[in-house]
């Protein structure tokens, strides 16, 4: 059984361009989250999906911030106009049920904006 | 507001017992977890709290109370491979949100 997978492992991009991070949660994990961990610091919670539900976007930064999360598995995070402060871990988790509140962590993809 | 606290640092002794304590203010209570986070890796699930008192998963332990707003965990016979960051996290709120401290970085020598 496969974990929780993200892609890029690693990305480096020029301030300024978008950038989307790719989470591919387990298989029938219904809930989908999206964090963030800067260096030194606790996971900042962004964004949340739990089946067809409207998202609990609360934790979103700032409108160039952004992601879906089609046909109920994989999600993506695009990030526009990057910003050298978005430099970042993004980590995404997965849990089997809205009542589970075990959440399974992917690698994560470390964001470097120049 | 939200709020959780835990140490920065700590550093033990491989074979000792050390206590790593949490406090939180949030605005909502539906139980505390703890989380292993080994360098550059993802966090690991450790332990759920969501009623008062000790919960004892082998060489780890965690309590709480939520009278207090106070939580520890507990590990016993420390390996040099806990050396890692530990995450306090309070689900706090609908949908299953975690709101997580800033980790306590426990470094264990010989």
């Known amino acids: 059984g496969a974990g929780v997978s993200q892609s890029p492992s690693n990305k480096v991009t020029e301030k300024g361009k978008d950038v989307e991070l790719r989470c591919d949660p387990i298989?029938?994990?219904?809930?989908l989250y999206w964090y963030r961990q800067s260096l030194g610091q606790g996971l900042e919670f962004l964004i949340y999906f739990q089946g067809n539900s409207a998202p609990d976007k609360s934790g979103l930064p700032s409108d160039r911030f952004s992601a879906e999360r089609t046909g109920g598995s994989v999600s993506t995070l695009t990030i526009q106009r990057t910003q050298q402060e978005d430099s970042a871990v993004y980590l995404c988790?997965?849990?089997?049920?809205?009542?589970?509140?075990?959440?399974?962590f992917g690698p994560g993809t470390r964001l470097t904006v120049t | 507001g939200q709020n959780i606290d835990q140490p920065t640092e700590m550093t033990a002794t491989e074979g000792a017992i050390v206590q790593i304590n949490c406090t939180y203010q949030?605005?909502?209570?539906?139980?505390l977890f703890w989380y292993q986070q080994h360098a550059g890796e993802a966090p690991t699930f450790l332990s759920y709290?969501?009623?008062?008192g000790l919960e004892e998963k082998g060489r780890f332990s965690s309590f709480l109370s939520r009278s207090k707003g106070y939580s520890y965990l507990l590990l016993k016979e420390l390996q040099m491979k806990d050396s890692a960051s530990y995450l306090c996290a309070v689900h706090s709120g609908g949908y299953n949100k975690l709101i997580f401290g800033a980790g306590t970085r426990l470094a264990v020598h010989p």
């Open positions: 709290n969501v009623l008062d």
């Open positions: 298989s029938g994990h219904t809930a």
């Open positions: 949030t605005s909502g209570f539906n139980g």
């Open positions: 988790a997965s849990s089997s049920t809205q009542s589970s509140y075990e959440q399974y």
